[in-house]
């Protein structure tokens, strides 16, 4: 027993030094490639071979025919000449960049030559009529909600009474009009393209639908269209929620709509998966099971929508952290997040966009951030004073873009052009007396102040998303420059190697 023992230790031992010696010669052949040549080549030191020095390598680049010194320096040669390729590639980059930011010779796709945002989107809103128009005011007179959090939720009658008393805490300067006058429409659809907004997001019921204090919007839809269509606009359908809404009527309801619009130029569409796809909205998307949606955005499912003619970019509501994974799983494409007010949700607190875009990121989905220039609905929640948010003279809207620019979203929407009862218009507004009430406005900054500040706040965002642009695109070219010239280095190095002859022989 104690013989075997000794026998296993003695070739074990044997076994560790000759794996030492292989490590070892790797290390010196690593380490010190030109003497690793030499002494492959027999060509070492002349007191080991007996001062002859008239042997070399059959291949004229090898190190055999030079002197220790000499290699040293034609290595030293290339890795400054090396250094100075990259120098100059880094110097044209940095040219073509500084040329491309001054020319604009570089245009990214959502953007036209007018300068309109196609990524920048505005919830917009055709529920308003009045007498001259539709018969009787809609929405103007809007009743007052019963607070949520009552155990008993009672319907109030109470109700605004137009012209001069209307369901909003600002008055327009357009007066409370109706959305079906083309006049009114054509006014908003300039003054949308004046800020550089390139989508309205536009909210929809089916056909004889509507909310319980508005008209169908469907039957304005030709309209919309070819007035976003003349002013250069396109149109995405924000799904509102109805009774009796669930995964089947929604997916009736999107065949309707692609077949009634799915053809018309304004309709706003997206490079996507391979395909140009038109994009939805869709409101409180958390009222139907993720086992549901899933029966319509799986693409492995008897009743998908994908991979057909319906297919499209599907965006769903966010309100909680819980609700992204379930988005995930029903097969959504992205999430949005819609509310004005900071804090009201999770996914409306603008501290916790951080988290909702590193989901999005790593699990390939667009996350739209919803930004607002504040938020009042006294005039129809009367008990909401919580939730309200001073505009600050354009300070709550400032920091709202600067908490969605640090994430640098693919798509940015704005809550809203026109929801006048929930105060979150950028639409213009003007100062309004009623009896001993005073309406809201933008103070002395102008009636059209909020349309400026968008502006301003587009433009930046283009800027950003263009310089990303350019820098994701040198980024991935100087990537490759590297990946190229490290091959290069890297055959020049070992080409040696690969070549060195099979029999040395002695010059005559």
Known sequence: M???SLRKC???GILICFLAGILLGFRFIT?????AYRLAAGIGDKSKRGGNDDWKFQDENSFGNQSATQSKNLMLKKMLDFRAKMQQERVLKAKMRANLTAHNHFTPVPFDENGMNYNVHVFYYMWYGNPSYDGKYFHWNHRLLQNWREKIRRKTTRRHFPPLDIASNYYPELGPYSSS???VL?????EIRDAKIGCIAVS??????ADEEGQPPDRLMPKLFHSASKHNLKVILHMEPYFGRNHTTFRRDIIYIMNEYGDHPALYKKFYRGKWLPMFYIYDSYRISPKHWSEIFHTNKRYTLRDSKYDAIYIGLALEESHLLSLKNAGFDGFYTYFATDGFTHASSWNFWPEYAQFAKKHSMFFIPSVAPGYIDLQVRPWNGENKRERE?????ENSFKAAFNELPEFLSITSFNEWHEGTQIEPAIPKTFDTYHYLDYEENGKDFYLKLTLQYVKKYRRLLHEAKISAQLAKERKNVVKNNLNKTYQSVMTPVRNLPKRLHKEP
């Open 2 to 4: 104690l013989r075997l």
């Open 10 to 12: 003695v070739t074990g």
């Open 31 to 35: 380490r010190n490639p030109e003497e």
């Open 181 to 183: 006058d083309s006049e």
């Open 186 to 190: 054509s006014i908003h659809m300039q």
């Open 204 to 209: 929809w019921y089916p056909p004889g639908l």
């Open 393 to 397: 003279n354009g300070k709550y809207y």
